[in-house]
């Protein structure tokens, strides 16, 4: 299984990005989603993830209200619309695949190569 992020770049405080996350090599849907980000000198932190099915959401409270997850299952790709975006957002977001049905414990199988997203203020 492959996960191939992208849509990170530079934005002005306030602005907006689309993250994508591109699953392949997989022979089922049956997986949850997430995304976590990691800035300079700190620790890999949880963002958002999403159920398999898409019913089910989960934020961390940095990014509630202004962050959504959302999934294309016929498209393999997840996304992550970040809007109001503050300089404190910078970092490397990585998507993760879950099969364990343990995501809401942040139990991971397989992780993209991450995509920067710089915010300057």
Not at 88 to 99: G, I, L, Q
Request: glycine share 12%.
């Amino acid at each position: 299984v492959q996960l191939q992020a992208s849509g990170g770049g530079l934005v002005q405080a306030g602005g907006s990005l689309r993250l994508s996350c591109e699953v392949s090599g997989h022979t089922s849907n049956s997986y949850d989603a997430g995304w976590f980000r990691q800035a300079p000198g700190r620790e890999r932190e949880f963002v958002a993830a999403i159920s398999g099915s898409g019913d089910i959401n989960s934020y961390a409270d940095s990014v509630k209200g202004r962050f959504t997850i959302s999934r294309d299952n016929a498209k393999n790709t997840v996304y992550l619309q970040m809007n109001s975006l503050k300089p404190e957002d910078t970092a490397v977001y990585y998507c993760a695949a879950s099969y364990t049905g343990r995501w809401l414990l942040g139990d991971y199988d397989f992780w993209g190569q991450g995509t920067q997203v710089t915010v300057s203020s």
